[in-house]
């Protein structure tokens, strides 16, 4: 386990709290634990962009699967648990082998418990979701892609993920399903790597029964730009200007649709 020093260092150097760098380099390792089970699942969101691909990406909270194969709410906890007990003992992180697991509308729900720097209080917590196979539509060839991690420890995970294009194209999906600025700075962000999306959009919303509304998503403007600091300051440096991203956004979707 890397020290309290280098954790220090780390947030110092991308300006956000010690805690989200301590979420980061476990989240490496749980990958890692999940990447020697059986499960056949493909990593995507901003967790997909951060770990798979870009390592200037935001920080992010959670990790978003979408399950491969059909396979039974036992067996997944089965090899949630293996995957925990794994990360502890090669990571030499404190990981609470009790984790809460719940079956949700689109899959399922899983909350690991963790301690890195503090010894007292709460424990940090990732928070797992999985998306099961009949509720999600995977367009393109999935790639496998080494976990990026920065720190000093050895951490040689490989994951297979969804591309970078299917990523924006189901963030853009996210935007006129739910009000959330993660997706919103998801978005604007890729929409600068100019990404072929225009044969796959239209495929991903059609599974999901999404309908592309533009007077919904401007009038949810202020829900976005009310939710935009407490929701994404914690993951990055400095955040860019809503009122500015929320329309390159609005007129970067028009442009491809």
């Not at 699967?65 to 990360?87: C, N, P, Q, V, Y």
């Not at 418990?113 to 995977?138: A, C, M, Q, S, W």
């Amino acid at each position: 386990m890397i020290s309290k020093f280098e954790i220090i260092e780390f947030a110092r150097k991308f300006g956000v709290p010690e805690t989200t760098i301590e979420r980061d380099y476990a989240q490496n390792w749980l990958l890692a634990g999940l990447s020697k089970t059986t499960l056949k699942m493909a990593l995507k969101g901003g967790t997909g962009i951060r770990k798979a691909y870009i390592e200037k990406y935001r920080f992010s909270d959670d990790l978003d699967f979408t399950l491969l194969e059909d396979s039974e709410a036992d067996r997944i906890k089965k090899e949630i648990s293996k995957a925990i007990k794994k990360a502890k003992i090669e990571s030499g992180i404190n990981f609470d082998e009790n984790f809460r697991f719940k079956e949700i509308e689109n899959g399922y729900e899983i909350i690991v418990y963790f301690r890195v720097l503090r010894k007292v209080g709460h424990p940090l917590r990732i928070k797992i979701d999985i998306t099961k196979k009949e509720n999600e539509i995977v367009v393109l060839p999935l790639k496998k892609k080494k976990v990026i991690h920065p720190y000093s420890d050895g951490c040689n995970a490989e994951v297979l993920a969804y591309p970078l294009e299917e990523i924006l194209a189901e963030k853009i999906r996210s935007l006129f399903q739910r009000t959330r600025p993660r997706d919103l700075y998801g978005v604007w962000y890729l929409s600068k790597l100019r990404l072929n999306i225009s044969d796959i959009i239209d495929k991903k919303c059609k599974f999901k029964g999404v309908k592309i509304d533009f007077d919904s998503l401007l009038g949810r403007r202020d829900n976005f730009r009310n939710a935009w600091i407490s929701s994404l300051r914690h993951q990055l440096k400095s955040l860019p200007d809503f009122d500015e991203v929320f329309i390159e956004v609005i007129n970067y979707i028009k442009n491809i649709i």
